[in-house]
């Protein structure tokens, strides 16, 4: 039997995210020694007021020194769905499809912030120390992997994950899970109600660009091309692992997502409808 592919081998992107992601960690907590958190976290006082916009990209490649789970749990979710968002879109899309969702995030946060909805109080950082909370930084790759999340729901709402690697649910049920929960901090103002909201920033604007995805049409990337079926199957064999099986030769399918592409879910006829849900279901 053939070697299945490395599933990096056509999502060169998140291979390279997830490099850049670990690098910047490192280097910046060993050798920086966190100067590269202050040049380039996000915050309210620092990328609005002062106007230092880069920030709304930088602080994505940043996580939590104090925390490698931070950083663990974000680069599981670059791993295990990042490359069915990339083939998706196609590289050049996906990356702005990212970084865009990313920025959401922190866009989110700035208006709940001036909305008075959470850190309106400073934090204590010392014995008679407080840090504005303007100043309160937003780091990490969260926001954009909640736009992963949104498009791996919609491409492929019955694939199967394990919640904890152990309790086994659709695609469609964990992100709603997800945002359920970013929702419920958020409205009761729990802790990391910021960070929630930036996942639910993510999310949002995934949403928008996966039902309208034409919003990218300016990249001019593939033109649909890489496109794959809407929907992903487990295939288990006794002696190998689980692995995902997609049509990558379906000329009707790549006319009918090139469509999808271009106008939107909604464009579909029943017919075209049906051709997909029959593939996904096959």
């Not at 899309?93 to 109080?121: C, D, R």
């Not at 919609?154 to 690697?165: E, M, R, S």
């Not at 993510?202 to 990337?221: C, D, Q, R, T, W």
Request: net charge positive.
């Amino acid at each position: 039997m053939a070697s299945q592919p490395s599933r990096f081998a056509a999502a060169p992107v998140v291979k390279w995210l997830m490099i850049i992601n670990i690098a910047v960690y490192f280097l910046d907590m060993i050798v920086l020694k966190y100067k590269m958190q202050a040049w380039g976290h996000f915050s309210v006082a620092t990328a609005i007021e002062n106007f230092q916009i880069w920030r709304f990209i930088t602080f994505q490649f940043l996580h939590d020194t104090a925390s490698f789970h931070h950083l663990l749990v974000n680069m599981l979710g670059l791993f295990f769905f990042g490359h069915f968002a990339e083939r998706w879109w196609g590289s050049q899309k996906f990356l702005i499809y990212y970084l865009s969702t990313g920025a959401a995030g922190a866009l989110l946060y700035v208006v709940l912030f001036y909305a008075g909805w959470f850190g309106t109080q400073p934090v204590p950082i010392g014995l008679n120390e407080m840090l504005p909370a303007t100043y309160i930084p937003l780091v990490g790759a969260s926001a954009g992997i909640f736009g992963i999340l949104a498009c791996v729901a919609i491409i492929a709402p019955n694939l199967k994950v394990l919640l904890f690697f152990i309790l086994p649910m659709s695609m469609r049920t964990f992100a709603y899970m997800a945002l359920g929960i970013s929702a419920v901090v958020i409205l009761f103002n729990l802790q990391n109600a910021g960070g929630e909201a930036g996942h639910l920033g993510g999310a949002i604007l995934g949403f928008v660009l996966m039902k309208f995805p034409f919003l990218l049409n300016f990249i001019g990337e593939n033109n649909g091309r890489n496109r794959r079926v809407v929907d992903a199957r487990v295939m288990r064999d006794s002696k190998m692992k689980p692995r995902i099986a997609i049509n990558l030769d379906d000329s009707e399918i790549d006319r009918i997502l090139d469509k999808v592409n271009r106008d939107g879910l909604q464009s579909l006829t029943e017919e075209e409808r049906d051709v997909l849900k029959r593939v996904a279901n096959q």
